[in-house]
């Protein structure tokens, strides 16, 4: 495992983003575990979030495979401001920011640049851009299907190198398939995490900052919603 994995699971559990017990996610699954990073809510922490981001960017795309990190709004704004600062303080790689606004500007009977300026925030975008969708975590997907909508529908022939989340959960959905792996078969841009759930489990085995009741119990839960790479990997 990467260093920065390890850095990063650590950090988790520091700053109290990482909870263990018993929690009712969204989609209605009581989980033994909780991944909140609302918890990264001073400078010092946002700081070093932007640094594990920036790291996963470097390692899988090095600083020639893309232009600009978009951050849709709200959560992903922080996310994708916090990352291109590490990527230029950290990497030395100088890229452009950009995330869209909630409720566009009106302009009336707007020019097509206009209409970009109303919609988005930031780094101007062209034909041909090479964009890195960022965001703290992965469920449906919705949010991010809707930021490739809406920047395909401003400017022609963008491209996504990559979709960059803080955690995989390597869960199915409600109608047992895997929502990431939908969505890489739709999009066909390659999605990353800085660690999965599968990596925690390891890294804090191995440190023994995981009782052995939680392992447990994680184990359990990903037997049942867990994809198949993780079922079978269990069974090993």
């Known amino acids: 495992m990467k260093t920065f994995k390890k850095q990063f699971i650590d950090f988790l559990l520091e700053k109290g983003a990482l909870k263990f017990g018993e929690f009712k996610l969204k989609s209605g699954r009581m ?4 991944i909140n990073t609302g918890m990264f809510d001073d400078g ?32 992903g704004i922080p996310l994708a401001v916090a990352t291109v600062i590490s990527l230029s303080k950290d990497y030395k790689i100088n890229k452009g920011y ?5 409720e566009a500007k009106t302009y009336g009977e707007a020019t097509q640049e206009e209409k970009i300026k109303s919609a988005l925030v930031g780094y101007k975008i062209e034909k041909g851009s090479r964009i890195v969708l960022i ?17 395909k529908g401003l400017v022609s022939d963008v491209k996504f190198p990559a979709l960059v989340i803080a955690v995989d959960r390597q869960e199915v959905g409600l109608d047992g398939k895997s929502a990431i792996k939908e969505f890489e078969q739709k999009t066909k841009i390659p999605v990353f995490s800085i660690v ?3 990596e925690i489990i390891e890294h ?6 995981l009782a052995p009741a939680e392992k447990q119990k994680i184990l359990e839960y990903l037997k049942q ?3 198949e790479k993780v079922k079978k990997a269990m069974d090993l």
Do not use: C, H, M, W
Not at 98 to 102: A, G, H, I, S, V
Not at 204 to 209: A, I, P, T, V
């Open 31 to 34: 989980s033994p575990y909780f």
């Open 44 to 75: 010092a922490s946002i700081e070093r979030l932007g640094y594990f981001y920036a790291s996963l960017v470097n390692d899988v795309l090095g600083g020639a495979q893309f232009d600009v990190i978009f951050g849709p709004a709200y959560k």
């Open 98 to 102: 950009l995330f869209d606004r909630k």
């Open 135 to 151: 965001d703290d975590v992965f469920t449906t997907g919705d949010t991010k299907y809707a930021a490739i909508e809406l920047l």
């Open 196 to 198: 999965s759930v599968s």
């Open 204 to 209: 804090l085995s191995e440190k023994g900052k």
């Open 225 to 227: 919603y867990g994809v």
